[in-house]
C-alpha cells in the first residue's frame, strides 16, 4: 500500500523513493563524467530543501521561482516546493534579466532559487524592484559571501537543522488536486507572457493517461519502466519536459540524466545512450542535416550505400510505424552496413521512443529517423493543456499527424477549423488576467487552442497552421505559411524560412541557408567568393535557391508559391531575438527587423 494518496507528483516521488530506494534517480556529469544520485539520496536533499522553505515561512499556495538551466538541482526545487504545497515558478534560463523580473513581480514570487553566477546577477540587479522576494538561493559554489544570497549547500544544511517532519507529511497529505503546482510563463511571440496556471489533477492526470496509452496493446506490460534512461536537455521551464520527461520519469522509476548545455548535446548522446528522449523539431532538423552534411562529402562509393539505405528505409517505412517486423533481406542489409552504425555513432542505439512535440516534425524528418527503426512519438499540446493531448503511439504512428488524442480528452473542430480541447489536462486560467482566461474558453468548457486542424480517418489529429499566423494576401486567399515552410525545409540547403506576404500580391520568404553545404557545393561548383555575403549574391547560389524552392514547393497551388526570396547571413537565434525559447519563429520581430529586405521583394513590377 503506497504511503502517500498520488494528488501530487511530489507524492508519487515519495512513493517511488521509499521503493526504489538505492537505484539511480538521476545522473550529472562531474570531473569528466556522469554520476548517479539515487532515490534516496534526492529523498533525502528534498525533505531537506523542504524544511528550509518553511522555515523561511513558505505557506501552501506560496510561489518559490526557478531560473536556472536543467540540472537536477531543478527536479530538487520543484519537488520540495510542491511538496509542502508552495506552486514554483519556472523562467527560462536564457530570459534577460527584464523577462526574469516580469515573472517574479507577477507571479510574486517569495524566494527564487537560481542556477549560476549569471542567473545570480540577473536577479540581483532587479531585486530591488521586487518587494515580494527574499532570500535568493544559488545551485553553484560561490567564492565570497554575497548578502541575501545563500548556496544551496548552506540551505540543505539549514534544513536539517530546522527539520519538521511532521509539518513536510502534513502539507503534503493536504495537496488538493486543484491546488495550483505551477505556473508557467508562456513565451509568446508578442507582448507580456501570460502566467499559465496549472493544478496538481493537471499533471498527475495528464502523466497518469499519457503512460496508460503507452501500455503494450498485446500483453498489457508498460511501455515506460524503471529500467529506461532519459536524455534532459529541453528546459525544464517548458511544459513539454515538465511532463514527458521530468513527471514521466518519476512516475515510472525511470533514470534522468542531464546534458550538461545544448552545446553538448551529441557528446552526453555518446555518453549516456539514453533509452528516452524529450525533443523539439529543431533537433531533430539539426541532427539529420548534420548526418547529410557528412554523407555528401563522403566518397562517392559510401553515398551510393547511404543512398540504398535511406531506400530500403522508405520502402519498409510502413511496417515500422504499424510496429511490424522487417523481414526483408535488403532492410537487413542496410541496418547492418547503415542504421546500426548510425545509431551507434549518435549514441542512439538504446533510443527506444523519441518524444517530438512543441512544433510541427516535418515528413522527411520523421520519415528518415523512423525509417531507420527508431520510434519517434510526434504528439501535441500547449503549455495550457499541460501539455499532452495527442500523442502517436509506438504500434500506430502516422507521419504528419499528432496522433490520437489521449484518454479523458475531447477533441472538437470549430465551423471556422480551430482545435478546440477539453480535458482533466486543460490549466484552470491564466493568473491574474480573467479576461484572457474567459476569452479562450468557449461556453461549453473547451479550451481554444488557436490552432487549424483537421481529423482524419483513423481519428489522428493533423495541425495545419496558427491562426494568428494565417496569411491574408492582397487577394483574398487564407495561406498557412508554416505548411509551405516545412516543405521546404526538407532542402538540404535551407536552415530556416519565414514566408511573407499578408496583404500583399504574392508570397515571398526569407531564407537562412545551411551555410556549411552552400559552401561546400560552392567548392564544388568552382564558385570563389570572397565572404558568405558574396556567395550569397553569386547568380548561381541565388539559382540553386530559386531550383530548391521550386522543387519543394511543386504541390502547392499557384497563389501559394514563393514568388521571390531573400537570403539571409545570420542564423535565426533565441540570443539574437527571431526565436522563443522553444524555438518557434517570432514572425512580427523578424518581419520588422528585415523590413527593407521584405519591401525591396514588393519594389518594382508586381510577379505575375
Known amino acids: 500500500m503506497p504511503k502517500y494518496e498520488e494528488t501530487s507528483v511530489a507524492a508519487i516521488f515519495q512513493n517511488n523513493a521509499e521503493k526504489l530506494g538505492e537505484r539511480a534517480y538521476a545522473a550529472y556529469k562531474t570531473g569528466g563524467a556522469y554520476r548517479d544520485i539515487s532515490w534516496m539520496e534526492m529523498n533525502r536533499m528534498v525533505h531537506a530543501l523542504a524544511y528550509y522553505l518553511l522555515s523561511r515561512g513558505i505557506g501552501k499556495g506560496d510561489r518559490v521561482s526557478v531560473f536556472s538551466p536543467n540540472r537536477y538541482e531543478w527536479h530538487l526545487a520543484a519537488l520540495a516546493i510542491n511538496s509542502i504545497g508552495a506552486a514554483d515558478v519556472p523562467i527560462y534560463a536564457t530570459n534577460s534579466a527584464e523577462e526574469a523580473e516580469y515573472i517574479l513581480g507577477n507571479s510574486e514570487a517569495k524566494i527564487c532559487l537560481v542556477g549560476t553566477k549569471d542567473h545570480l546577477d540577473k536577479v540581483l540587479e532587479v531585486k530591488t524592484k521586487l518587494p515580494n522576494l527574499g532570500d535568493v538561493v544559488i545551485f553553484d559554489e560561490l567564492d565570497r559571501k554575497i548578502d541575501g544570497v545563500m548556496m544551496l549547500r548552506e540551505a540543505l544544511e539549514k534544513g536539517e537543522a530546522a527539520k519538521n517532519e511532521n509539518l513536510f507529511d502534513e502539507r503534503l497529505r493536504g495537496i488538493r488536486g486543484d491546488d495550483l503546482c505551477t505556473l508557467i510563463y508562456t513565451s509568446g511571440t508578442t507582448g507580456n507572457p501570460k502566467g499559465v496556471m496549472l493544478t496538481h489533477n493537471n499533471f498527475v492526470s495528464n502523466v497518469k493517461n499519457t503512460l496508460e496509452e503507452m501500455r503494450d496493446p498485446k500483453t498489457g506490460q508498460d511501455l515506460l519502466t524503471e529500467k529506461d534512461v532519459y536524455l534532459s536537455f529541453l528546459p525544464l521551464s517548458h511544459s513539454l519536459e515538465r511532463t514527458a520527461g521530468f513527471h514521466g520519469a518519476v512516475k515510472s522509476g525511470a533514470k534522468t540524466a542531464f546534458a550538461v548545455d545544448m552545446t553538448t548535446i551529441m557528446e552526453n548522446f555518446q555518453e549516456v545512450r539514453p533509452t528516452i528522449i524529450v525533443c523539439v523539431p529543431r533537433i531533430y532538423e539539426k541532427i539529420h542535416a548534420g548526418v547529410l552534411s557528412k554523407v555528401s562529402s563522403a566518397p562517392s562509393s559510401k553515398q551510393k550505400i547511404f543512398g540504398f539505405a535511406v531506400r530500403q528505409a522508405r520502402k519498409n517505412l510502413p511496417l515500422v510505424c504499424r510496429d511490424l517486423p522487417v523481414r526483408s533481406l535488403k532492410y537487413r542489409i542496410a541496418d547492418k552496413l547503415v542504421f546500426s552504425k548510425l545509431k551507434v555513432a549518435l549514441g542512439m542505439d538504446r533510443l527506444r521512443f523519441a518524444i517530438s512535440g512543441g512544433a510541427p516534425l516535418s515528413v522527411s ?140 500580391k504574392f508570397l515571398s520568404a526569407l531564407v537562412v541557408p545551411v551555410l556549411p553545404e552552400l559552401e561546400g557545393w560552392a567548392k564544388e561548383q568552382g564558385i570563389s567568393y570572397g565572404d558568405v555575403d558574396e556567395l550569397l549574391k553569386n547568380d548561381k547560389t541565388v539559382e540553386l535557391f530559386r531550383r530548391e524552392i521550386d522543387s519543394f514547393t511543386r504541390q502547392y497551388a499557384r497563389v501559394e508559391q514563393i514568388r521571390r526570396f531573400t537570403l539571409i547571413k545570420a542564423e535565426w537565434t533565441q540570443a539574437t531575438g527571431e526565436l522563443t525559447p522553444t524555438q518557434k519563429v517570432k514572425r512580427r520581430v523578424i518581419e520588422e527587423k528585415y523590413a527593407s529586405e521584405i519591401d525591396a521583394m514588393y519594389a518594382g513590377d508586381d510577379v505575375n
Open 365 to 504: 524528418d520523421a520519415e528518415f529517423f523512423i525509417g531507420m527503426g527508431l520510434k519517434i512519438l510526434e504528439g501535441f499540446g500547449l503549455t495550457e493543456t499541460s501539455p499532452i493531448t495527442n500523442f502517436n503511439r509506438p504500434w500506430f504512428i502516422k507521419p504528419g499527424t499528432v496522433g490520437q488524442p489521449i484518454k479523458e480528452t475531447e477533441i472538437r473542430i470549430a465551423d471556422d477549423g480551430e482545435l478546440l480541447i477539453k480535458g482533466p489536462q486543460v490549466m484552470a486560467g491564466y493568473y491574474k488576467n480573467e479576461e484572457a482566461t474567459r476569452e479562450v474558453f468557449t461556453p461549453d468548457g473547451f479550451f481554444r487552442t488557436g490552432d487549424i486542424a483537421m481529423v482524419d480517418e483513423d481519428n489522428c489529429l493533423r495541425i495545419t497552421g496558427r491562426i494568428k499566423d494565417i496569411i491574408v494576401t492582397a487577394g483574398g486567399k487564407n495561406i498557412s505559411p508554416q505548411n509551405i515552410e516545412n516543405s521546404v525545409k526538407e532542402s538540404r540547403y535551407i536552415e530556416q524560412i519565414a514566408v511573407i506576404g499578408d496583404k500583399k
